[in-house]
């Protein structure tokens, strides 16, 4: 279907992309941060916590969200977006708030260190270490012990699916589900391997031609981007990791890697569920989900949480 009209205002409104413009990191994470709705106007949760979290190798900031009263609760790990050198507790706060209510579990958001300052694997070392943290911590968490999940946005989709991948080896922890909204899942633009970066490439707010220099702030030094660590999708065995949902944008660049990770979790005996949206572009979580056609998104990703655990 075309792009929804009230995007495609804000999309003609945009000036035309510039391959000259310098991206200074600092410049963009203002304007990631800068809320939409302030905060008396978003989704109300019980209780919101920050604290910090001492891991191997750095403290690391969280944010606690708590959907109501009781004596224990599912836990969610929440890995934000922006290209590994941007985003924050802040800048997914609306996003989260729905999720934990939508699905009754307490959300743990993780402010992991952020390129080019700490290149890979530094976010992906802080995601697994938080993640291992919260089931040593148990009883702080009033976490149930069982159901432990990952979710996260565009490049935080990369760190959920990277994650499964280091426990399934590391046995260290039990995933039981891994949600990827819109997943960055291939950090290879030496070639545009997949229809959607060509036919989605341009005037869509995320520009392919852009890919290469802003995702190598993360990838700073001699990095492998065959490694599934790096890029998830190169991933051949992929037996045995946590039930997913899989959420892609019709006029998102990053679509068709998205939709053929899913296809290659189903191959591999992991039960998969996909949700493509129509007429809706990457990023829209937070900015365009108060358009009646993607209100019931938060719902959706609530009910996949919510289901009991399906082994294919």
């Known amino acids: 279907m075309p792009v929804h009209p009230e995007i495609k205002k804000i999309l003609d409104s945009i000036p035309p992309y510039n391959p000259n413009h310098k991206v200074i990191p600092e410049e963009h994470r203002k304007m990631f941060d800068a809320p939409i709705l302030p905060v008396e106007q978003r989704v109300q949760v019980y209780a919101v916590e920050d604290k910090i979290v001492s891991t191997p190798e750095a403290d690391v900031p969280v944010r606690i969200y708590t959907p109501g009263e009781s004596d224990s609760y599912p836990v969610l790990l929440f890995f934000h977006g922006g290209a590994f050198f941007s985003g924050s507790l802040e800048s997914h706060d609306e996003v989260i708030r729905p999720i934990c209510m939508e699905s009754g579990y307490k959300v743990v958001s993780v402010g992991f260190r952020l390129a080019p300052e700490h290149p890979f694997p530094a976010a992906l070392n802080d995601c697994y270490n938080v993640t291992k943290w919260v ?103 992929l037996e045995n990791l946590p039930t997913a949902f899989v959420l892609t944008a019709e006029y998102d660049p990053f679509r068709d890697e998205g939709e053929l990770f899913a296809e290659n979790l189903s191959k591999c005996g992991v039960h998969v569920e996909t949700k493509r949206y129509e007429g809706i572009t990457h990023g829209f979580l937070g900015k365009f989900t108060h358009l009646d056609e993607y209100k019931d998104v938060y719902k959706r990703i609530g009910n996949f949480l919510k289901k009991s655990v399906v082994r294919s």
């Open 135 to 237: 089931t040593e911590h148990k009883g702080e968490l009033q976490w149930d012990g069982r159901n432990l999940a990952l979710a996260g946005d565009s490049s935080g989709g990369n760190l959920v699916a990277a994650v499964s991948l280091m426990a399934r080896e590391k046995k260290e922890f039990t995933l039981t589900k891994q949600v990827l909204l819109y997943p960055s899942l291939d950090l290879d633009f030496s070639k545009f391997r997949y229809p959607s970066l060509t036919e989605n490439g341009t005037g869509y707010f995320v520009e392919s031609a852009q890919l290469a220099k802003l995702n190598g702030f993360y990838l700073r030094g001699n990095v492998d981007t065959d490694h599934p660590l790096v890029s998830p999708i190169r991933e051949d065995r």
